[in-house]
């Protein structure tokens, strides 16, 4: 029996421009999915409108562009799809996964300890029934452990009760969360592989859990290495990392190859031969697990 068909994608969230680190995971998505014959997405991941910089998704799909990225079908909105994030979280619900929170910031801040991400926290509302109503909506985690075999990174264990708790669906503020709208997206647009960077590897385990929670597939994953600063703090628009600009898009392709792992011979001098070079040589084994430090 064949096996089923790649289909990868690149998620960025319109916060800032496209920068040195987005960029590298575009290309690493972008290489992975070409060279095991597959599609690439494209997913604008614009659910926290506080958050985002007016003007910024269109300047990365111009920049993506510019570059010469090719993606397959058309841009998909996290803002336009809320729909099918209510209707999983009623599923949720029905199923007894999901349950209304009243806890406060504070309050949780006062009563819980530190987790891998975050407060761990400590089931105040628990046992609160969906016609209480809530400020927020969590998923009832069990305990045990959550193994991802990632392609890069290798396995990666979490106790999720322990570690991270019972994790925020629905904000209180009203907009989605992003470990639910991830799964949602991935499951309703057939993701079969999630290519990304490797400080998204410690929330995995929370989709997972969503993922067996709804009952859908659990995509491959593979967490391409971060680049970070000389203190180790991760290149973002958080650290003031600058926008990688169109007219050094050839420049700019070879560096992020280089911190990938791969070299291009000089001769290739043009956006159009990097590509092709990079098509052709692409291999994963190349790739650095470890964070990547750049001046």
């Not at 991941?45 to 562009?65: H, K, N, S």
């Not at 709804?214 to 650290?239: D, F, I, M, R, W």
């Not at 190859?257 to 092709?276: F, I, M, N, T, Y």
């Amino acid at each position: 029996m064949n096996a089923s068909p790649y289909r990868g994608r690149f998620a960025p969230s319109p916060t800032g421009l496209l920068h040195a680190g987005s960029l590298c995971t575009a290309v690493g998505s972008y290489l992975e999915a070409r060279a095991r014959g597959g599609e690439w997405l494209l997913r604008m991941e614009d659910l926290d409108p506080p958050r985002e910089v007016a003007g910024a998704a269109d300047a990365i799909l111009r920049t993506l562009e510019a570059y010469g990225f090719e993606w397959d079908g058309e841009v998909v909105y996290q803002s336009r799809r809320h729909d099918l994030y209510r209707q999983a979280l009623e599923q949720l619900i029905v199923s007894g996964h999901a349950y209304p929170c009243n806890c406060t910031r504070k309050k949780i801040a006062e009563t819980a300890r530190r987790g891998l991400d975050g407060y761990v926290y400590p089931g105040h509302c628990r046992l609160r029934r969906p016609e209480e109503g809530g400020r927020a909506w969590r998923l009832r985690v069990e305990p045990g452990e959550t193994v991802v075999d990632d392609r890069l990174q290798g396995a990666y264990r979490q106790n999720l009760a322990a570690d991270i708790g019972d994790f925020v669906l629905l904000r209180a503020d009203g907009y989605w969360a992003y470990q639910l709208a991830v799964v949602v997206d991935d499951a309703e647009q057939g993701v079969s592989d999630v290519v990304r960077g490797a400080d998204l590897l410690v929330s995995t385990p929370r989709q997972v859990a969503v993922q067996r929670a709804l009952g859908a597939n659990t995509p491959a994953y593979c967490h391409l290495p971060v680049l970070v600063n000389a203190a180790g703090e991760k290149l973002s628009k958080q650290t003031l990392a600058p926008a990688v600009a169109a007219e050094d898009a050839a420049a700019s392709l070879r560096l992020a190859l280089s911190r990938l792992g791969h070299a291009p011979p000089e001769e290739c001098d043009g956006l159009a031969e990097l590509w092709q070079w990079a098509r052709t040589h692409w291999s994963l084994a190349r790739v650095p697990a470890g964070p990547v430090v750049v001046a």
